[in-house]
């Protein structure tokens, strides 16, 4: 809102140079986002709030100076050069829902020569961004841009049997607006018709049929109150918003109508005007003004500090409330109208405080008297497994949760997108399935723009329709790694990533948080080469997948390099139990190793002899490190050899040579009937 | 007979194993005492079994026997003057080459900002709270006093999935959800990702971070709310930065501020400063006391407890206190971009 300070003045005495006003408008919430001069004048651009629409006249924000500074307001005189008809003799007002329409005020003014406006009144709607128009026009964008409470002006010829109903549209009714377009007009909407058709959608805007002309002589001024809600769904609907709008849904005050009608017609008598007698207010159902108590213990209370009785009385009169000591200090306050956000002892609390100073209310420390224990330790896990990451050197990104349906498509990703009823754009408008796309255009970003390697991790959430009407949003991990996994330096040449780079995060990510029985199966799905991913299963439950980016999903996305990614959910696995930490004495005695080469079947795995080694059933056997693989052609074929080093130890004792040899043949033993093994 | 051939093939590989795992001087020791010890020595053991065999035994155990004798006498003498011989470690020729550097990944800037912020709150006996993103008209508007097809719900435009769900545009709706479970004292912070229907600038996206802070308890005071705002800030910008509280309008407090800071860029001395415009001066915060109605939609009586509420955006202030030039560089996820936050 745009707010000039000479148009301040015709209703404060201010002397204040414009800085000085700035920080007056400050203090008082008024935020002064820019100072501008306009020829003599200064304009401020003040913020405004959706509860205060008093404020989108200049008559309220001098109200508010004027209380701030302990001015009185300047009251205006506004005469008229009267007709000998009444008004009600040349017009006929007929409110059908008074819901809508609580009170509708209006004027006839014959005789007007519509003309440019003189350059005192063009000078202020210019200063505020209004284009002038000429007279009539301007006049009624003074009133509004004066008193907050907008005005229309009809050519009174144009209604046909000088009859106003204010009704609702009925079906198929349409009208051409001062804009130059049709708005089609549904049975929501209220309007102004003449005795056949509208001619105005209630506080929105005017037909062009009923508008002001350089033909018109006698012109209809209507001042009236709309209901909010009313007026803000039809601008919905029509896409329009007004400066007339913009006010009625906020909420005028019904109580302004009369004095604007007034204001409005004696600036038209100065343009040969005569206005008619009587001002024609039909106002079914006037409401009582509201009454709000207030303690000023309860303003100490929640303000933290001690405030005089007299500041309150002078603050909220200054305002417009009218006070009554109800109790030692205690008051009710009568709420004027043009306050629609006064409700509560708080409201009238933050008045206090505003006028008071936020900048004078001391600060203190907020007190403690219980400490709560964190609910789970999800956040710290989350925390955990990033800084596993970092230390595998993976960069941590974070990507739009939107996604386009389009590229979503060819991830399968099997869960039923949740779409956005009013997206930004066509390629953000349903919500992501899965966070590999999203890494996926990081590395293309990224390669794009020089980098030799991308390896990226994102913790987010995912969104799909679980069945009808039951959304989920599921926190996950995705992980991508691809090209170059460190430069060459002096002592190395480069390295390529590849599986086991991406493998390993995975494996110490479910170590460093505890989840121990981590294994892999093979699998096909549709984010990966065939072959070439695996589930991620712990306590053999699926928690995520792993493996090598799909070529024909890379391919979709420019994606030149292999890449690896998986993705986890950490829905799944944060739910798991971790194995809870305990701490082993430190080995007193120590240990020996073996070392066995054997051959097995090739159809055999790395995990199955794994699992196999860990189910040996011998007493000292400590630990087993499988730290060979071979398979060639100096082997038979059909088999592959592994090397395993066996570790011992007696927890009480150094272990005997004897007992050593006899556990290795017990080992031997075992696995020749498990995993058929021949030794080499 | 077949029995003594049988150890003493044990003994050979039993030895080479021990000695490929002798490391010191003292080891060599140790297995010559094993091996030759004088009365006790696998060797001198099976010398004694040897003495029991046959003439035609003796032959053949003889010779294999003495073998392996002398293998692990000369396996030990090498060893031992190997391992008593001074350690000989590489001389290098440039010690200006540079060291082995390990790439330690960066934390995305949000994370990081997010986590100092959390930090401080936490110093003060807050704790973390997290909510859906997915929230309903009532979480998100209604329970927090927004009035239905009310103008105030203009500033946070909306993104809707369907007339029931929507994506929340605050962090406010975990307020309600904590205040139904939890009875006060409450202190809490909620920190996670919003969204707006925004069309994309320098300084707007349809997605970004929030913090939100309440403390709902008896006898908490508009002055509770600066000196811990107050303390918050200075905490993350510094002992000097100066602020500015000034009234403004949340449907969720009563009464309500908006907190400003004072521009780290200008100082209030560039009258085009990019950052705040020339007023020196740039907002940082919304704030305020609960409003009472908010109490009330979660049956806590404002009569008897009050409370006060913050929000602050991520993002905003991350690229105030970075200088970034632009909320879409957080996104893009250019890695020349990222890898700055793991020198900080
Ligand atoms: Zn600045």
Redesign the pocket.
């Known amino acids: 809102m745009k707010i000039s300070y000479a148009w301040l003045k015709e209703y404060v005495n201010l002397n204040l140079n414009p800085e000085e006003l700035a920080d007056c408008l400050n203090q008082i919430g008024l935020m002064v986002e820019t100072l501008t001069r306009f020829e003599d004048d200064t304009v401020f651009e003040i913020e405004t709030y959706a509860n205060r629409p008093d404020t989108l006249g200049h008559l309220g924000v001098a109200r508010e100076i004027a209380t701030l500074l302990g001015l009185s307001l300047k009251t205006r005189n506004w005469p008229l050069r009267e007709l000998p008809q009444t008004t009600a003799e040349m017009v006929d007002i007929n409110i059908l829902d008074p819901q809508l329409c609580p009170r509708y005020c209006g004027l006839v003014v014959k005789g007007v020569k519509v003309g440019p406006s003189p350059d005192w009144l063009k000078k202020r709607l210019e200063a505020v961004g209004l284009r002038p128009i000429n007279n009539v026009v301007d006049i009624s964008n003074y009133v509004c841009f004066s008193l907050g409470q907008p005005i229309h002006t009809f050519d009174l010829s144009k209604i046909k049997g000088a009859r106003i109903i204010i009704r609702k549209a009925r079906k198929g009714e349409a009208i051409r607006t001062l804009e130059g377009e049709t708005a089609e007009l549904d049975p929501e909407m209220l309007v102004i018709a003449d005795e056949t058709t509208p001619v105005a959608i209630a506080g929105v805007i005017g037909g062009e049929e009923s508008g002001i002309t350089e033909t018109t002589t006698d012109v209809f001024i209507e001042s009236a109150n709309f209901n909010p809600v009313s007026i803000r769904l039809t601008a919905k609907k029509l896409g329009l918003s007004t400066d007339a709008s913009y006010r009625f849904e906020r909420g005028v005050d019904p109580n302004a109508a009369p004095a604007a009608a007034v204001m409005a017609a004696s600036l038209l008598c100065e343009f040969g005007g005569r206005v008619s007698r009587g001002l024609l207010d039909v106002h079914p159902a006037p409401r009582k003004p509201r009454t709000v108590n207030l303690r000023l213990r309860r303003v100490n209370e929640l303000l933290g500090l001690e405030i005089e009785p007299d500041f309150v009385v002078k603050t909220l009169s200054g305002l417009g409330l009218k006070l009554k000591e109800q109790g030692p200090l205690v008051w009710t306050a009568e709420i004027p109208g043009f306050r629609v956000d006064l409700e509560r002892e708080a409201d009238l609390v933050e008045e206090v405080a505003r006028f008071f100073g936020y900048d004078r209310i001391p600060s203190a420390v907020t007190p403690v008297k219980s400490f709560d224990l964190p609910a789970d330790r999800k956040r710290d896990r989350v925390w955990r497994l990033k800084e596993v990451l970092f230390h595998h050197g993976f960069d941590e990104v974070i990507n739009f949760s939107f996604a386009d349906p389009e590229k979503e498509q060819l991830w399968q990703t099997g869960c039923r997108p949740i779409k956005l009823q009013n997206p930004i754009s066509s390629k953000l408008s349903i919500l992501r399935t899965s966070l590999l796309p999203g890494l996926v255009e990081n590395a293309v970003w990224n390669f794009n723009r020089e980098a030799e390697g991308v390896h990226i991790f994102e913790v987010g959430n995912i969104y799909y329709w679980e069945e009808e009407e039951v959304h989920r949003e599921n926190l996950n991990l995705g992980i991508l790694t691809t090209g170059l996994r460190s430069g060459r330096t002096w002592r190395e040449a480069e390295k390529e990533t590849d599986f086991f780079v991406l493998k390993g995060a995975v494996e110490d990510i479910c170590g460093y948080l505890g989840y121990e029985q981590l294994s892999f199966e093979p699998v096909e799905h549709p984010f990966f080469e065939p072959g070439q991913a695996l589930k991620i299963l712990v306590k053999n439950e699926l928690v995520g997948l792993l493996g090598l980016l799909n070529a024909s999903l890379a391919r979709g996305y420019d994606l030149e390099r292999p890449a690896y990614c998986a993705e986890i959910s950490l829905q799944e696995l944060l739910s798991r139990q971790p194995r809870p930490f305990s701490f082993q004495p430190v080995p007193r005695y120590p240990g020996t190793s073996r070392d066995l080469s054997f051959l097995v079947d090739d159809s055999l795995t790395y995990q199955q002899i794994q699992q196999q080694l860990q189910k040996l059933n011998i007493a000292c056997l400590e630990n087993f490190l499988i730290y060979d693989r071979f398979q060639g052609k100096s082997l038979a074929p059909g088999k592959v050899s592994f090397s395993v080093r066996f570790y011992f130890r007696h927890s009480a004792r150094t272990l005997q040579t004897e007992e050593v040899d006899r556990a290795m043949r017990e080992i031997i033993s075992q696995l020749k009937s498990t995993l058929k093994i021949q030794l080499r | 007979m077949s029995n003594l051939l049988e150890k003493i093939e044990h003994y050979r590989r039993l030895f080479a194993d021990q000695v490929s795992r002798v490391k010191e001087a003292r080891g060599v020791e140790e297995l010559r005492q094993l091996f030759l010890g004088r009365k006790k020595g696998h060797l001198t053991l099976l010398f004694e079994e040897f003495k029991t065999l046959g003439p035609e035994e003796k032959k053949s155990a003889g010779r294999m026997l003495n073998e392996l004798k002398s293998e692990i006498q000369n396996r030990l003498a090498e060893l031992e003057q190997k391992l008593q011989a001074p350690a000989r470690v590489e001389q290098l020729e440039d010690l200006t080459l540079p060291g082995r550097q390990l790439y330690w990944g960066a934390p995305h800037p949000i994370t990081l900002f997010q986590r100092e912020i959390e930090r401080i709150f936490v110093s003060m006996g807050f704790s973390v709270e997290e909510g859906p993103e997915i929230e309903t008209d009532y979480y998100n508007f209604e329970a927090l006093n927004f009035p239905p097809h009310h103008p105030a719900r203009d500033s946070w435009d909306t993104l809707y999935i369907n007339d029931r769900l929507l994506l929340r545009t605050h962090t406010s709706p975990v307020q309600i959800r904590v205040m139904e479970k939890k009875k006060p004292p409450i202190r809490i912070i909620i920190p996670g990702k919003v969204f707006r229907r925004e069309t994309p600038d320098p300084t707007h996206l349809p997605m970004f971070y929030q913090v939100e802070g309440l403390v709902v308890d008896r006898g908490i005071t508009f002055a509770h709310l600066k000196g811990t705002l107050e303390y918050f800030l200075k905490a993350l910008f510094g002992e000097k930065i100066k602020l500015r509280f000034r009234p403004s309008f949340f449907p969720f407090t009563e009464p309500s501020a908006e907190v400003d800071i004072e ?1 780290i ?4 001395q ?1 009258r085009n ?1 990019r ?2 415009g ?1 007023s ?1 001066w ?1 907002e940082i915060l919304g704030a305020g006391m609960v409003d009472p109605q908010v109490f009330k939609n979660v049956s806590i009586d404002p009569e008897v407890y009050s409370g006060w509420a913050f929000g602050l955006g991520i993002d905003r202030t991350a690229m105030f206190a970075f200088q970034i030039p632009e909320i879409r560089q957080f996104y893009e996820n250019d890695l020349r971009f990222l890898r700055q936050f793991n020198r900080r």
């Open positions: 521009c860029v200008c100082g209030g560039d400063c950052v705040c020339g020196g740039k």
